[in-house]
């Protein structure tokens, strides 16, 4: 499960002027204004030219992570925009991993847990692991076997190979709605798929001190940001306007029109 398309609250706007979303990137008549890149190491630049890309330590892992090895035959790895990988689902579009990312990144520091739900292809999988180091701890979830079975052909073929082999790296089949608990609590959470509301499950395995980042709504939806304290208690913040494919069964979504 993964975004079907990115629609940032400027893209809604009745200006047709140039804005700035919170996450930095520029847009001009409701697009993202940064086109395609032929090769990683370009796509990465520009990200980073439109103020998507902000921290070095992103920067990094997405050089070191060729998206080209997480898209399907055929498709435009380095343009910016989400590609469908079968079975009602996509790889997001690389300015939405890279918002992703920045916004996780307090919270994927070496040594750290995380949890991907909805992992697909495992690019961004492949990142959080890059990110906590061999140290640390990174669980990918997603309940379509092929995509399982393909994402973890995808990593071993990337710089994330060896953390898959020591085990630091692991994607299950599984209902991402109901989390991985055996690894819980996580320092970082991040959501593929548009859930209706937050999950309980999820929230419960946030570490205190941690953050998710997840879309929520249904025709509208939010990129949420939520913060457990380490006292516990949960505060959350609207990020952006999204639109992600929904955070369903595996039956819902095969069976998607």
């Not at 941690?210 to 879309?215: K, L, N, Q, S, T």
């Amino acid at each position: 499960m993964e975004v079907l398309r990115s629609i940032l609250s400027c893209f809604s706007s009745r200006s047709r002027t140039r804005s700035r979303s919170r996450t930095g990137a520029q847009y001009v008549n409701g697009l993202w204004s940064s086109g395609a890149s032929d090769k990683n190491k370009s796509m990465v630049e520009q990200l980073q030219t439109y103020g998507v890309v902000r921290t070095s330590k992103v920067a990094e892992v997405m050089q070191a992570i060729d998206r080209g090895l997480f898209v399907p035959p055929g498709g435009s790895p380095y343009f910016d925009s989400p590609m469908s990988i079968g079975y009602n689902a996509t790889i997001s579009a690389p300015h939405m991993h890279a918002a992703c990312l920045e916004l996780l990144e307090k919270n994927l520091q070496p040594g750290m847990r995380a949890l991907d739900v909805g992992s697909g292809t495992g690019y961004l999988t492949a990142c959080f692991a890059l990110m906590v180091g061999s140290e640390g701890r990174v669980v990918g979830v997603e309940h379509i076997p092929e995509l399982v079975a393909t994402s973890i052909e995808n990593i071993k073929k990337s710089t994330a190979a060896p953390q898959l082999n020591d085990g630091s790296l692991s994607i299950h089949i599984a209902d991402g709605r109901e989390g991985w608990p055996e690894l819980a609590p996580y320092d970082a959470i991040h959501v593929g798929a548009a859930a209706p509301q937050i999950p309980k499950a999820l929230i419960e395995q946030l570490k205190p001190g941690g953050r998710m980042v997840i879309p929520v709504g249904t025709v509208f939806q939010e990129l949420k940001v939520v913060d457990k304290k380490l006292d516990g208690t949960v505060s959350i913040k609207d990020e952006t306007s999204v639109r992600y494919v929904p955070l369903t069964s595996k039956e819902a979504q095969l069976h998607a029109n």
